[in-house]
């Protein structure tokens, strides 16, 4: 199974949209450069995403099940 993450930028029109993505463990779930996650084997993982500039940072908590 797949999940696509979405993310929100503050403010709306901010120039530097890059972001990268993380996971915590990928031996239950991987996420593309372009935050498709993807579902391993049963667990739970933290999907990370961090902004270019590394300013920011924000986390998901993801269980496959």
């Not at 450069?33 to 270019?52: E, F, H, K, P, Y």
């Amino acid at each position: 199974a797949t999940q696509q993450v979405t993310n929100t930028f503050t403010p709306a029109d901010a120039s530097n949209r890059n972001v990268t993505y993380s996971t915590s463990d990928a031996s239950k779930a991987t996420v593309s450069d372009t935050g498709l996650i993807t579902a391993v084997a049963t667990g739970t993982a933290t999907i990370t995403i961090t902004s270019n500039d590394g300013a920011f940072t924000d986390t998901c908590v993801v269980t496959i099940s």
